[in-house]
């Protein structure tokens, strides 16, 4: 049948556009898997319940629209962001045909995905942030990732990749290594250095340039996160805290100070401002509780 035909085809496309996100765009493995997981599915594990699939398409165009729009049938059940960051997929492939010339139309422009509700990030209050600190310094381990977390902004992923060679001690300067390979430069505030050179002077002599700060190899995230979720638990805050809450509440905290949206952008190593902006959001939803509790027109109607 040639719809046998048009699967070896895109087979032979799937692996020339892996080649190039991989190599070129430098996607990371877990991406890659992400992608190819997918992909596998739109292709080759979606039940088709329509006839059409039996029958001979006039074209490989109409097959591949075909086939997405039967996986995002079949992908109603998952939540919306699920769906969105499959049919993601599909579209960034049906792109790269098209800008490769094996595809004449724009598929791409056909896949719609629904709108995924902005929630509001969970954050910490700064009091809270600071005791946390405080309270962790018993494990100077935890003392440490707290405070690259928070006082840095990272994600949980770097946190738990950073080498001594990335830190500057003099000009309290980081070199991160974030999404999709790209390096930035952050400074972090003089306290952090501090608890990293109390980590410096118990580790002395097993310290080498080229080893992690936790030791020969990175932290695991596992690990990581247990051990954020165990200190908010000992701080007593209310609410179960993770790894990302504190990258949340370093962002919230900074804007509420005053920070550039551009600059806090450049610091958390956000690709668009649209990642950073959901931070506004909350600063106006805190601004509008705080106008409906405190303003003097609230006691006079």
Not at 30 to 47: A, G, H, N, P, R
Not at 66 to 83: E, P, V
């Amino acid at each position: 049948m040639i719809n046998k035909e048009y699967l070896s085809l895109i087979t032979d496309w799937k692996k020339k556009y892996f080649y190039e996100i991989e190599t070129i765009d430098q996607k990371s493995p877990l991406t890659l898997k992400s992608y190819s997981k997918d992909l596998e599915q739109v292709f080759y594990q979606v039940e088709v319940k329509n006839k059409k699939e039996l029958t001979t398409f006039k074209n490989i165009e109409e097959f591949l629209l075909f086939k997405a729009k039967q996986a995002q049938l079949s992908w109603g059940s998952l939540s919306i962001a699920s769906r969105n960051r499959k049919s993601a997929t599909i579209k960034a492939f049906f792109k790269w045909l098209y800008r490769k010339n094996y595809l004449i139309s724009p598929l791409f422009e056909k896949i719609k995905s629904p709108k995924v509700p902005q929630k509001i990030p969970h954050f910490i209050s700064v009091d809270e942030a600071i005791f946390l600190i405080q309270s962790s310094t018993h494990n100077l381990t935890t003392n440490v990732l707290i405070c690259l977390l928070y006082g840095g902004g990272l994600r949980i992923s770097e946190a738990c990749h950073i080498k001594w060679s990335d830190l500057d001690f003099q000009q309290r300067k980081l070199l991160v290594l974030g999404k999709g390979n790209k390096e930035r430069v952050i400074i972090l505030p003089k306290l952090c250095f501090e608890i990293l050179n109390k980590l410096k002077l118990v580790l002395n002599s097993k310290i080498s340039q080229k080893n992690y700060i936790w030791g020969d190899k990175p932290l695991n995230q596992r690990v990581a996160y247990s051990m954020v979720r165990k200190q908010g638990a000992l701080a007593g805050l209310l609410k179960p805290l993770h790894p990302h809450a504190l990258r949340h509440s370093y962002a919230t905290h900074l804007l509420q100070s005053g920070a550039d949206l551009r600059a806090l952008q450049e610091l958390l190593g956000h690709s668009t401002l649209q990642a950073t902006e959901k931070y506004t959001h909350l600063t106006l939803d805190q601004l509008s509780n705080t106008i409906n509790k405190y303003h003097p027109l609230k006691t006079r109607i």
